[in-house]
């Protein structure tokens, strides 16, 4: 049984910083990625990251403050977000992937197997 799950989200001011771990368990080595959603919107993807953490992407939203790795001997993998902006606001979710593609592929959060629970990010100005 694939399971993800997700911890580290709170309230943080505006040009703080919050580390999110989504920690895996029943599946291994695949991409994985972080989106994040508020309400009446769509899914908004953040991050991903290849099964070895070779190659990530991000965001332009969040390029150069937001940085992705993974850890696969602990099957977790973090998001580390500095320089939180009040529109960083949102739930955040974790999500894997089956397939093997190019990171383009996994910009679109229907292109992802498995998902958490989410956890709430709130950034005060």
């Known amino acids: 049984q694939v399971q993800l799950v997700e911890s580290g989200g709170g309230l943080v001011q505006a040009g703080g910083s919050l580390g999110l771990s989504c920690a895996v368990s029943g599946l291994t080595f695949r991409p994985m990625g972080w989106f994040r959603q508020t309400p009446n919107k769509k899914r908004e993807f953040v991050a991903s990251?290849?099964?070895?953490?070779?190659?990530?992407d991000y965001a332009d939203s969040v390029k150069g403050r937001f940085t992705i790795s993974r850890d696969n001997d602990k099957n977790t993998v973090t998001l580390q977000m500095n320089n939180l902006k009040p529109e960083d606001t949102a739930v955040y979710y974790c999500?894997?992937?089956?397939?093997?593609?190019?990171?383009?592929?996994?910009?679109?959060?229907?292109?992802?197997?498995?998902w958490g629970q989410g956890t709430q990010v709130t950034v005060s100005s």
């Open positions: 999500g894997a992937s089956l397939a093997l593609a190019e990171p383009i592929y996994y910009r679109q959060p229907d292109h992802y197997d498995y």
């Open positions: 990251i290849n099964w070895s953490g070779a190659t990530t």
